[in-house]
T-cell receptor, first 114, second 114 residues
Framework: AQSVTQPDIHITVSEGASLELRCNYS??????LFWYVQSPGQGLQLLLK??????LVQGIKGFEAEFKRSQSSFNLRKPSVHWSDAAEYFC????????????FGSGTRLSIRP | GAGVSQSPSNKVTEKGKDVELRCDPI?????LYWYRQSLGQGLEFLIY????????KSGLPSDRFSAERTGGSVSTLTIQRTQQEDSAVYLC????????????FGSGTRLTVV
């Protein structure tokens, strides 16, 4: 069965510090992986996506993610966080071969310490 | 349109009443999805449309929930005899269903059942 695990419910980092948000997935076919961000009271915004090719993908707002097939992971990173990065982050997995549903993790809430 | 449009943005209804939520996808997008996000929770898949048909409606929580899509465009999610546990943000997404598509989300409808 498809599933996405985000083991960290809430993370607090200092402004300017580096960030890594963890995501592990379980998927029977070639996965199509996403990271979305949801700011308070806002909709979901796509940060980046991965379906093939270079396993390190660059996204918007200075975020990047690395796909590691052997570990079934797709962790999100940012070298230096800004106060405006405080939000909820969701990892998701879908089927590359079709436009069927994508399954979301439960999210990681990121707080920024001044 | 330029983005996925959902209406109303907020809806307060009395327990037992029926409600209709509307989603207008990006023009030309053949695939449309409904998700539900309860307070502090992740996104729960409800139903997926490809054109006017629904190949996957496995996430509809009960027979009080139904959805339709007409003309391969606008979709309506109907909740009959609303209950307090139906209170949530209902999100709609669409994609082109081709190639390396991304799922674009609307801003959601916040439903409150009192």
């Amino acid at each position: 069965a498809q599933s996405v695990t985000q083991p960290d419910i809430h993370i607090t980092v200092s402004e300017g510090a580096s960030l890594e948000l963890r995501c592990n997935y379980s998927y029977g076919a070639t996965p199509y992986l996403f990271w979305y961000v949801q700011s308070p009271g806002q909709g979901l915004q796509l940060l980046l996506k991965y379906f093939s090719g270079d396993t390190l993908v660059q996204g918007i707002k200075g975020f990047e993610a690395e796909f590691k097939r052997s570990q079934s992971s797709f962790n999100l990173r940012k070298p230096s966080v800004h106060w405006s990065d405080a939000a909820e982050y969701f990892c998701a997995v879908g089927a590359y071969s079709s436009a069927s549903k994508i399954i979301f993790g439960s999210g990681t809430r990121l707080s920024i310490r001044p | 349109g330029a983005g996925v449009s959902q209406s109303p943005s907020n809806k307060v209804t009395e327990k037992g009443k029926d409600v209709e939520l509307r989603c207008d996808p990006i023009s030309g997008h053949t695939a449309l999805y409904w998700y539900r996000q309860s307070l502090g929770q992740g996104l729960e898949f409800l139903i997926y449309f490809q054109g006017n048909s629904a190949p996957d409606k496995s996430g509809l929580p009960s027979d009080r929930f139904s959805a339709e899509r007409t003309g391969g465009s606008v979709s309506t999610l109907t909740i009959q005899r609303t209950q307090q546990e139906d209170s949530a943000v209902y999100l709609c997404a669409s994609n082109s269903g081709q190639g390396t598509y991304g799922y674009t989300f609307g801003s959601g409808t916040r439903l409150t059942v009192v």
